[in-house]
Protein backbone atom coordinates (compact mmCIF):
# COMPACT_ATOMS: atom_id res chain seq x y z
CA UNK A 1 0.00 0.00 0.00
CA UNK A 2 2.87 2.55 0.93
CA UNK A 3 4.51 1.27 -2.19
CA UNK A 4 1.47 1.99 -4.52
CA UNK A 5 0.28 5.04 -2.45
CA UNK A 6 2.81 6.98 -1.73
CA UNK A 7 5.48 8.95 -4.75
CA UNK A 8 8.07 9.55 -1.74
CA UNK A 9 8.17 5.56 -1.05
CA UNK A 10 8.11 4.56 -4.82
CA UNK A 11 10.80 6.51 -5.80
CA UNK A 12 12.69 5.30 -2.86
CA UNK A 13 12.65 2.32 -3.43
CA UNK A 14 12.81 2.68 -7.35
CA UNK A 15 16.33 4.65 -7.05
CA UNK A 16 17.93 1.92 -4.47
CA UNK A 17 16.55 -1.58 -6.63
CA UNK A 18 17.35 0.61 -9.83
CA UNK A 19 20.63 1.19 -8.90
CA UNK A 20 21.48 -2.03 -7.12
CA UNK A 21 20.58 -3.83 -10.46
CA UNK A 22 22.86 -1.29 -12.54
CA UNK A 23 25.61 -3.05 -10.67
CA UNK A 24 28.59 -4.96 -12.00
CA UNK A 25 29.99 -7.66 -9.92
CA UNK A 26 34.09 -9.08 -9.96
CA UNK A 27 34.35 -12.34 -8.87
CA UNK A 28 37.51 -13.42 -6.97
CA UNK A 29 39.10 -16.89 -6.44
CA UNK A 30 41.50 -15.70 -3.44
CA UNK A 31 43.14 -13.22 -4.41
CA UNK A 32 42.68 -13.63 -7.98
CA UNK A 33 40.36 -11.88 -10.31
CA UNK A 34 38.40 -13.89 -12.62
CA UNK A 35 37.10 -12.81 -15.56
CA UNK A 36 34.82 -15.75 -16.84
CA UNK A 37 33.52 -18.19 -14.78
CA UNK A 38 30.09 -19.86 -14.99
CA UNK A 39 28.86 -18.19 -12.06
CA UNK A 40 29.51 -15.09 -13.31
CA UNK A 41 27.16 -16.51 -16.68
CA UNK A 42 24.66 -17.63 -14.17
CA UNK A 43 24.36 -13.54 -12.67
CA UNK A 44 24.00 -12.86 -16.33
CA UNK A 45 21.31 -14.70 -17.25
CA UNK A 46 19.82 -16.03 -14.59
CA UNK A 47 16.82 -17.77 -15.99
CA UNK A 48 14.86 -17.08 -19.47
CA UNK A 49 12.44 -14.61 -18.52
CA UNK A 50 14.75 -12.16 -16.69
CA UNK A 51 18.62 -10.61 -17.04
CA UNK A 52 20.52 -10.33 -13.95
CA UNK A 53 19.75 -6.74 -13.75
CA UNK A 54 15.50 -7.55 -13.58
CA UNK A 55 16.91 -10.36 -10.56
CA UNK A 56 18.44 -8.09 -8.46
CA UNK A 57 15.83 -5.56 -8.94
CA UNK A 58 12.91 -7.83 -7.86
CA UNK A 59 14.91 -9.04 -5.05
CA UNK A 60 16.47 -5.49 -3.80
CA UNK A 61 12.77 -4.58 -3.74
CA UNK A 62 11.18 -7.57 -2.20
CA UNK A 63 13.98 -6.85 0.69
CA UNK A 64 12.81 -2.87 1.14
CA UNK A 65 8.95 -3.42 1.38
CA UNK A 66 8.81 -6.50 3.09
CA UNK A 67 12.25 -6.95 4.89
CA UNK A 68 12.69 -10.52 3.37
CA UNK A 69 13.72 -11.69 -0.01
CA UNK A 70 13.86 -14.68 -1.63
CA UNK A 71 15.60 -16.63 -4.29
CA UNK A 72 14.99 -20.60 -5.60
CA UNK A 73 17.86 -22.54 -7.14
CA UNK A 74 16.90 -24.60 -10.07
CA UNK A 75 19.59 -27.15 -11.31
CA UNK A 76 20.27 -31.03 -12.08
CA UNK A 77 23.19 -32.80 -10.70
CA UNK A 78 25.65 -33.76 -12.87
CA UNK A 79 28.56 -36.73 -12.63
CA UNK A 80 30.10 -36.39 -9.33
CA UNK A 81 29.11 -32.46 -9.29
CA UNK A 82 26.88 -29.86 -8.58
CA UNK A 83 25.14 -27.45 -11.92
CA UNK A 84 22.70 -24.90 -10.98
CA UNK A 85 21.42 -23.82 -13.88
CA UNK A 86 18.70 -21.49 -13.41
CA UNK A 87 17.43 -18.48 -10.26
CA UNK A 88 14.71 -17.08 -9.72
CA UNK A 89 12.99 -14.30 -7.28
CA UNK A 90 10.04 -15.40 -5.35
CA UNK A 91 7.37 -13.17 -3.79
CA UNK A 92 7.41 -12.75 -0.12
CA UNK A 93 4.09 -12.21 0.45
CA UNK A 94 3.93 -16.02 -0.79
CA UNK A 95 6.51 -17.18 1.25
CA UNK A 96 6.21 -19.26 5.05
CA UNK A 97 9.15 -20.24 6.92
CA UNK A 98 9.17 -23.75 8.37
CA UNK A 99 10.97 -24.02 11.68
CA UNK A 100 12.67 -27.03 12.42
CA UNK A 101 13.61 -28.85 15.83
CA UNK A 102 16.57 -27.50 16.34
CA UNK A 103 14.91 -23.43 15.62
CA UNK A 104 16.59 -23.16 12.41
CA UNK A 105 14.53 -23.08 9.15
CA UNK A 106 13.91 -26.34 8.18
CA UNK A 107 11.61 -25.78 4.63
CA UNK A 108 10.01 -23.11 2.80
CA UNK A 109 6.16 -23.14 1.57
CA UNK A 110 5.49 -20.86 -1.57
CA UNK A 111 1.74 -20.46 -2.08
CA UNK A 112 0.04 -19.64 -4.72
CA UNK A 113 -4.00 -19.44 -5.81
CA UNK A 114 -4.13 -21.61 -2.58
CA UNK A 115 -1.47 -24.45 -4.15
CA UNK A 116 1.33 -25.43 -1.83
CA UNK A 117 5.16 -26.11 -2.77
CA UNK A 118 7.40 -27.14 -0.09
CA UNK A 119 11.19 -26.76 -0.58
CA UNK A 120 13.16 -28.93 2.14
CA UNK A 121 16.12 -27.03 3.33
CA UNK A 122 17.77 -30.47 3.55
CA UNK A 123 20.39 -31.00 1.04
CA UNK A 124 18.68 -33.50 -1.53
CA UNK A 125 15.49 -33.50 -0.66
CA UNK A 126 13.70 -31.33 -3.07
CA UNK A 127 13.65 -33.39 -6.73
CA UNK A 128 15.31 -31.56 -9.38
CA UNK A 129 17.53 -29.19 -6.97
CA UNK A 130 21.68 -30.23 -6.66
CA UNK A 131 22.14 -31.88 -3.68
CA UNK A 132 24.11 -29.93 -1.67
CA UNK A 133 23.02 -26.12 -2.61
CA UNK A 134 20.10 -25.69 -0.93
CA UNK A 135 16.87 -24.61 -3.10
CA UNK A 136 15.96 -21.07 -1.27
CA UNK A 137 17.90 -18.45 -0.04
CA UNK A 138 16.43 -15.94 2.25
CA UNK A 139 18.02 -12.42 2.66
CA UNK A 140 16.32 -10.58 5.79
CA UNK A 141 17.08 -6.93 7.69
CA UNK A 142 17.65 -7.04 10.30
CA UNK A 143 14.51 -7.36 12.87
CA UNK A 144 15.49 -7.81 17.04
CA UNK A 145 11.73 -9.20 17.74
CA UNK A 146 11.55 -12.26 14.87
CA UNK A 147 13.78 -14.94 14.22
CA UNK A 148 12.64 -15.97 10.65
CA UNK A 149 11.72 -13.17 9.28
CA UNK A 150 12.74 -9.26 8.79
CA UNK A 151 11.77 -5.71 9.44
CA UNK A 152 11.70 -3.73 6.37
CA UNK A 153 12.02 0.09 6.19
CA UNK A 154 8.73 0.71 5.19
CA UNK A 155 7.34 -0.38 8.41
CA UNK A 156 9.86 1.91 10.37
CA UNK A 157 8.52 4.77 8.34
CA UNK A 158 4.47 3.48 8.40
CA UNK A 159 3.39 6.62 10.52
CA UNK A 160 5.57 9.08 8.09
CA UNK A 161 4.20 7.65 5.03
CA UNK A 162 0.47 7.95 7.03
CA UNK A 163 1.26 11.75 7.63
CA UNK A 164 2.27 11.84 4.46
CA UNK A 165 -0.90 10.52 2.59
CA UNK A 166 -2.97 12.48 4.86
CA UNK A 167 -1.50 15.54 3.92
CA UNK A 168 -2.07 14.84 0.18
CA UNK A 169 -5.58 13.73 1.09
CA UNK A 170 -6.39 17.03 2.62
CA UNK A 171 -4.51 18.82 0.03
CA UNK A 172 -6.69 17.31 -2.51
CA UNK A 173 -9.66 18.44 -0.39
CA UNK A 174 -8.76 21.78 -0.43
CA UNK A 175 -8.59 22.05 -4.30
CA UNK A 176 -12.19 20.05 -4.37
CA UNK A 177 -13.58 22.94 -2.39
CA UNK A 178 -11.61 25.68 -4.80
CA UNK A 179 -8.52 25.47 -2.48
CA UNK A 180 -9.43 27.37 0.65
CA UNK A 181 -12.77 27.54 2.96
CA UNK A 182 -13.98 30.74 1.08
CA UNK A 183 -16.25 32.27 3.17
CA UNK A 184 -19.56 31.21 5.20
CA UNK A 185 -23.19 31.71 4.11
CA UNK A 186 -25.12 34.00 7.15
CA UNK A 187 -28.99 34.00 7.28
CA UNK A 188 -29.57 37.31 8.16
CA UNK A 189 -33.68 37.17 8.53
CA UNK A 190 -35.81 38.68 11.62
CA UNK A 191 -34.36 38.13 14.89
CA UNK A 192 -34.87 34.14 16.01
CA UNK A 193 -35.47 33.30 12.51
CA UNK A 194 -33.85 30.02 10.76
CA UNK A 195 -34.51 28.81 7.59
CA UNK A 196 -36.99 26.26 6.50
CA UNK A 197 -35.80 22.79 6.03
CA UNK A 198 -36.42 22.69 2.42
CA UNK A 199 -34.96 26.40 1.83
CA UNK A 200 -31.54 24.40 3.52
CA UNK A 201 -31.77 21.54 1.55
CA UNK A 202 -32.23 23.56 -1.82
CA UNK A 203 -29.15 25.88 -1.22
CA UNK A 204 -26.49 23.42 -0.31
CA UNK A 205 -27.42 21.57 -3.51
CA UNK A 206 -27.14 24.29 -4.84
CA UNK A 207 -23.61 25.22 -3.51
CA UNK A 208 -22.49 21.44 -4.44
CA UNK A 209 -23.65 21.31 -7.75
CA UNK A 210 -22.20 25.26 -8.89
CA UNK A 211 -19.91 26.35 -6.77
CA UNK A 212 -17.31 23.96 -5.31
CA UNK A 213 -14.66 22.33 -7.71
CA UNK A 214 -11.68 23.90 -9.37
CA UNK A 215 -13.86 24.21 -12.02
CA UNK A 216 -16.17 26.70 -10.71
CA UNK A 217 -13.63 28.72 -9.02
CA UNK A 218 -14.25 32.87 -8.94
CA UNK A 219 -17.85 32.27 -9.81
CA UNK A 220 -20.01 34.66 -8.42
CA UNK A 221 -22.30 33.83 -6.11
CA UNK A 222 -26.10 34.67 -6.18
CA UNK A 223 -27.75 35.55 -2.94
CA UNK A 224 -31.40 35.74 -2.37
CA UNK A 225 -33.15 37.87 0.69
CA UNK A 226 -31.41 37.43 4.31
CA UNK A 227 -28.59 35.78 2.84
CA UNK A 228 -24.87 38.06 3.55
CA UNK A 229 -21.33 36.61 2.81
CA UNK A 230 -19.17 36.35 5.39
CA UNK A 231 -15.96 35.79 3.71
CA UNK A 232 -12.85 33.56 5.76
CA UNK A 233 -9.58 31.98 5.52
CA UNK A 234 -6.85 29.74 7.05
CA UNK A 235 -4.74 30.58 9.52
CA UNK A 236 -0.92 29.88 8.98
CA UNK A 237 -1.49 27.65 11.87
CA UNK A 238 -4.10 25.97 9.80
CA UNK A 239 -1.93 25.84 6.80
CA UNK A 240 1.15 23.85 8.64
CA UNK A 241 0.16 20.68 6.38
CA UNK A 242 2.68 21.50 3.71
CA UNK A 243 5.57 21.36 5.88
CA UNK A 244 4.28 18.45 7.77
CA UNK A 245 4.07 16.87 4.59
CA UNK A 246 7.86 17.58 3.93
CA UNK A 247 8.75 16.60 7.31
CA UNK A 248 7.14 13.29 6.45
CA UNK A 249 8.90 12.90 3.18
CA UNK A 250 12.46 13.84 5.06
CA UNK A 251 11.59 11.18 7.93
CA UNK A 252 10.88 8.85 5.09
CA UNK A 253 13.94 9.28 2.49
CA UNK A 254 16.07 8.55 6.08
CA UNK A 255 14.41 5.12 6.77
CA UNK A 256 15.23 4.34 3.09
CA UNK A 257 18.73 5.47 3.07
CA UNK A 258 17.75 7.99 0.12
CA UNK A 259 19.25 11.61 0.64
CA UNK A 260 16.69 14.06 0.20
CA UNK A 261 18.02 15.81 -2.60
CA UNK A 262 17.53 12.94 -4.93
CA UNK A 263 13.75 13.24 -4.28
CA UNK A 264 14.07 16.51 -4.80
CA UNK A 265 11.86 17.33 -1.36
CA UNK A 266 12.01 21.06 -0.54
CA UNK A 267 14.17 22.47 2.92
CA UNK A 268 17.08 20.06 2.86
CA UNK A 269 20.04 21.58 2.44
CA UNK A 270 22.54 18.96 3.72
CA UNK A 271 24.70 18.34 0.94
CA UNK A 272 26.56 20.92 -0.54
CA UNK A 273 25.09 19.71 -3.75
CA UNK A 274 23.72 17.54 -6.09
CA UNK A 275 26.55 15.20 -6.67
CA UNK A 276 27.62 14.58 -3.13
CA UNK A 277 24.24 13.58 -2.18
CA UNK A 278 24.59 10.96 -5.28
CA UNK A 279 28.10 9.82 -3.92
CA UNK A 280 26.46 9.52 -0.42
CA UNK A 281 23.57 7.77 -1.99
CA UNK A 282 26.14 4.82 -3.51
CA UNK A 283 28.44 4.95 -0.78
CA UNK A 284 26.06 4.62 2.07
CA UNK A 285 23.02 2.53 0.28
CA UNK A 286 23.38 1.37 -2.69
CA UNK A 287 26.82 -0.72 -1.98
CA UNK A 288 26.44 -1.87 1.59
CA UNK A 289 22.86 -3.66 0.50
CA UNK A 290 24.75 -4.54 -2.92
CA UNK A 291 27.64 -6.54 -1.22
CA UNK A 292 25.52 -8.25 1.26
CA UNK A 293 23.33 -9.76 -1.77
CA UNK A 294 26.75 -10.75 -3.36
CA UNK A 295 28.27 -12.02 -0.41
CA UNK A 296 25.27 -14.32 0.54
CA UNK A 297 25.09 -15.60 -3.52
CA UNK A 298 28.61 -16.54 -3.14
CA UNK A 299 28.02 -18.46 0.14
CA UNK A 300 24.73 -19.87 -1.33
CA UNK A 301 26.55 -20.94 -4.27
CA UNK A 302 29.77 -21.96 -2.84
CA UNK A 303 29.35 -26.09 -2.73
CA UNK A 304 28.18 -25.50 -6.86
CA UNK A 305 31.02 -23.14 -7.71
CA UNK A 306 33.71 -22.99 -5.24
CA UNK A 307 34.28 -21.99 -1.54
CA UNK A 308 36.94 -19.87 -2.29
CA UNK A 309 34.90 -17.82 -4.65
CA UNK A 310 34.17 -13.91 -3.54
CA UNK A 311 31.69 -11.98 -5.35
CA UNK A 312 31.87 -8.44 -5.01
CA UNK A 313 30.75 -5.03 -6.51
CA UNK A 314 32.82 -3.80 -9.37
CA UNK A 315 32.98 0.29 -7.86
CA UNK A 316 35.33 0.98 -10.76
CA UNK A 317 31.91 1.10 -13.06
CA UNK A 318 30.07 3.11 -11.00
CA UNK A 319 29.58 7.39 -12.30
CA UNK A 320 29.22 8.68 -9.54
CA UNK A 321 32.07 7.17 -7.84
CA UNK A 322 34.53 8.95 -10.03
CA UNK A 323 35.38 11.58 -8.02
CA UNK A 324 36.76 8.98 -5.25
CA UNK A 325 38.13 6.79 -7.75
CA UNK A 326 40.54 9.79 -9.47
CA UNK A 327 41.37 10.98 -5.91
CA UNK A 328 43.14 7.28 -4.86
CA UNK A 329 44.76 7.11 -8.12
CA UNK A 330 46.60 10.61 -7.87
CA UNK A 331 46.90 9.68 -4.02
CA UNK A 332 48.76 6.33 -5.16
CA UNK A 333 50.89 8.22 -8.03
CA UNK A 334 52.33 10.42 -5.92
CA UNK A 335 53.24 7.78 -2.97
CA UNK A 336 56.84 7.03 -3.98
CA UNK A 337 57.54 4.73 -0.96
CA UNK A 338 55.25 2.26 -3.10
CA UNK A 339 56.43 -0.34 -5.84
CA UNK A 340 54.47 -0.62 -8.54
CA UNK A 341 52.84 -3.90 -7.60
CA UNK A 342 51.67 -2.55 -3.94
CA UNK A 343 50.16 0.51 -5.93
CA UNK A 344 48.57 -1.83 -8.14
CA UNK A 345 46.90 -3.43 -5.42
CA UNK A 346 46.23 -0.82 -3.79
CA UNK A 347 43.98 -0.01 -6.67
CA UNK A 348 42.22 -3.15 -7.25
CA UNK A 349 44.89 -4.75 -10.43
CA UNK A 350 47.30 -7.69 -10.22
CA UNK A 351 50.96 -7.52 -9.73
CA UNK A 352 53.29 -7.52 -13.24
CA UNK A 353 56.36 -9.12 -13.40
CA UNK A 354 59.47 -6.98 -11.88
CA UNK A 355 56.41 -4.39 -10.37
CA UNK A 356 58.22 -5.14 -6.69
CA UNK A 357 61.35 -2.90 -6.91
CA UNK A 358 61.39 0.80 -6.08
CA UNK A 359 61.96 3.15 -9.19
Same mark, same amino acid.
Given at each position: EGYQSNAIVFRAVRLIAEAIGSLSFVLYDGAAELTAHPLLDLLARPNPRQDGASLLEALSAHLLLS???????????????????????????????????????QAYEYTVNGVSVRFDQTPGSSPGVTNDVPPILQLTLFNPLDDYYGLSPLEAAAVAVDTHNAAARWNKALLDNAARPSGALVYDGPEGAVMADAQFERLKKE???????? @?? &???????? #?????? /??????? *?????????????????????????????????????????????????????????? @?? &???????? #?????? /??????? *???????AGLWDRVTRAPFLTVNEKRAATGYGALTGGDRLE
Open positions: GNGYLEAVGVDGQGHVNVRELYALRPDRMKVVPGPDGWPLGDQYQGP @AN &AGRPLLLE #GGLDWK /AMSLSPK *DMDFTEAKNAAAREIALAFGVPPMLLAIPGDNTYSNYQEANRVFWRQTVLPLGNRIAG @AL &AHWLAPAF #GAGLIL /AADTDRI *DALSGDR
